[in-house]
């Protein structure tokens, strides 16, 4: 069965950087464009990124263009987000998703992993 | 990349039917029949329910039900159970000159 398992939370400082880790398996990784999602504490769903199958397409919301990048190692079945000058309105859970398209991005979120909290404070 | 518009709250008797709306502008929702549907239990990963305005994922309840009309995306279940009660948000393709994917701000349904 499909599982996404993220790792790489925490707490860090403003300003500072995180990197963030989602273990794919149970699915062909190489054939999935994957997503990031956050959600603020007590708050809505917010899109983040996407990376094509092949990770050569990568996409950002505007609210962390120039700061975050997202990568995968489709040898490791692993996908990444590098988080620099954090700020505290990062502060969230951040879910891997897998999409639903085959090669081709679809958008759709059909499989998330249980996410990870990265908490931005002084 | 403003959130799409869902009510707040909607509740229900069991048995019965609800709607939640999501609306968008001519920019995502109105542009796309690439509308999505997720349901979201306290502390857990939200799940699709509905994706392409319409379609249903494999082992997703025939009790829900997608539709759109212009800006407006919908969510329709019918024969509320409690189990139906969690929060649920509508998702649009963006696109434009730079693919993104806007969220709708979030229903919580109450099953009364």
């Known amino acids: 069965q499909v599982q996404l398992v993220e790792s790489g939370g925490g707490v860090v400082q403003p300003g500072r950087s995180l990197r963030l880790s989602c273990a794919a398996s149970?699915?062909?990784?190489?054939?999935?464009?994957m997503h990031w999602v956050r959600q603020a504490p007590g708050k809505g769903l917010e899109w983040v990124a996407v990376?094509?199958?092949?990770?050569?397409?990568?996409f950002y919301a505007d609210s962390v263009k120039g700061r975050f990048t997202i990568s995968r190692d489709n040898s490791k079945n692993t996908l990444f987000l590098q988080m620099n000058s954090l700020r505290a309105e990062d502060t969230a859970i951040y879910f891997c998703?897998?999409?639903?398209?085959?090669?081709?991005?679809?958008?759709?979120?059909?499989?998330w992993g249980q996410g990870t909290l990265a908490t931005v404070s002084s | 990349q403003s959130a799409l518009t869902q009510p707040a709250s909607v509740s229900g008797s069991p048995g019965q039917s609800i709607t939640i709306s999501c609306t968008g502008t001519?920019?995502?929702?109105?542009?796309?029949?690439?509308v999505s549907w997720y349901q979201q239990h306290p502390g857990k990963a939200p799940k699709l329910m509905i994706f392409?305005?319409?379609k249903r994922p494999s082992g997703v309840s025939n009790r829900f039900s997608g539709s759109k009309s212009g800006n407006t995306a919908s969510l329709t279940i019918s024969g509320l159970l409690a189990e139906d009660e969690a929060d649920y948000y509508c998702?649009?393709?963006?696109?434009?000159?730079?693919?993104?994917?806007?969220f709708g701000t979030g229903t919580k349904v109450t099953v009364l």
């Open positions: 998702c649009s393709y963006a696109g434009g000159s730079t693919p993104h994917w806007v």
């Open positions: 001519s920019s995502d929702v109105g542009s796309y029949n690439l």
């Open positions: 392409d305005v319409i």
């Open positions: 149970g699915f062909t990784f190489t054939n999935y464009a």
């Open positions: 990376i094509s199958y092949d990770g050569n397409n990568k």
């Open positions: 998703a897998k999409d639903l398209g085959d090669v081709a991005v679809a958008g759709d979120f059909d499989y």
